[in-house]
């Protein structure tokens, strides 16, 4: 039987037909996988049933809309609790995917059965944002593409385009840190990972990715963010003494610098705050 890959599209107040992640799903060759389509809407107001009509008119797929705006994390665990699949893909609503991303998956999954977890190279612009290093107490951005198997020690990288497999949710019982809501779920999974697996593979493929942390915000709209960030590293590295300190004074020195470069006091009074 082919492999089935359930593929998880979270949106949050984006009209479904501006959404760049599904434009660029529509008309993929999905090839010899059996792939079925979950969209979690996290809007206030749920998609109207001509909206939701004319996606369909090139997308099959199931539609859950949650006006609360339940955390990531929690999305992810429910998803993977409810359905059946081989291995789930999880996507966000700004990542533009190549139009052959599903076969060279199915190729790639064919070939190494015994992996896990297989991620894009994700660049928002010219930076590589995924995969990424992790250095003691903070990421670091590779300045050369990596592909292929590698080891999953010491790895971050961002949850959109990241294929899992069920295997990995089953064999270890493994479910999403819901103390994260946002920021840092991404990376508690992959430290999580590389305790429990020691390689990863690397797919030969570019996403472009907007991400409000890299695509120059103004001080409102980076400061709550940034806020959340912070507070994730904390919950990351809680049973990390030493990288937990070395992490707050980066956060301090972070600040700092914020607070220079926006003109913006607010920014200081975020670690006390916390």
């Given at each position: 039987m082919n492999p089935s890959i359930l593929i998880l599209?979270?949106?949050?107040?984006c009209p479904l037909h501006d959404s760049k992640t599904i434009n660029s799903i529509l008309g993929q060759d999905s090839h010899d996988l059996n792939c079925r389509y979950v969209i979690w809407d996290n809007s206030p107001v749920a998609a109207t049933s001509l909206e939701l009509e004319k996606v369909r008119e090139?997308?099959?797929?199931?539609?859950?809309?949650?006006?609360?705006?339940?955390?990531?994390?929690?999305?992810?665990?429910?998803v993977v609790s409810a359905n059946k699949f081989k291995y789930i893909l999880l996507l966000d609503q700004d990542t533009g995917i190549p139009k052959n991303y599903l076969r060279?998956?199915?190729?790639?999954i064919a070939n190494h059965p015994q992996v896990n977890l297989f991620l894009p190279i994700v660049k928002n612009n010219q930076l590589i944002v995924s995969p990424g290093n992790f250095n003691l107490f903070k990421g670091k951005h590779w300045e050369d593409i990596r592909k292929g198997l590698i080891p999953s020690k010491n790895l971050l990288a961002v949850t959109s385009g990241?294929?899992?497999?069920?295997?990995?949710?089953?064999?270890?019982?493994y479910q999403f840190d819901e103390r994260l809501n946002l920021y840092g779920i991404d990376s508690k999974f992959m430290l999580d990972f590389a305790k429990n697996e020691k390689e990863l593979f690397v797919l030969p493929l570019i996403l472009a990715h907007n991400s409000a942390l890299w695509s120059s915000p103004t001080s409102s709209e980076l400061l709550p963010r940034f806020k959340n960030l912070r507070k994730a590293w904390d919950i990351i590295l809680s049973d990390r003494p030493l990288p937990k300190l070395l992490n707050a004074i980066y956060g301090k020195y972070l600040c700092i610098k914020l607070a220079v470069k926006y003109r913006d006091i607010r920014f200081l009074l975020i670690e006390k705050q916390s």
């Open positions: 599209i979270v949106t949050y107040k090139g997308l099959s797929f199931e539609y859950i809309s949650k006006p609360e705006n339940v955390a990531l994390s929690k999305v992810y665990n429910q060279e998956i199915g190729y790639h990241m294929l899992i497999s069920r295997h990995y949710f089953d064999s270890y019982s």
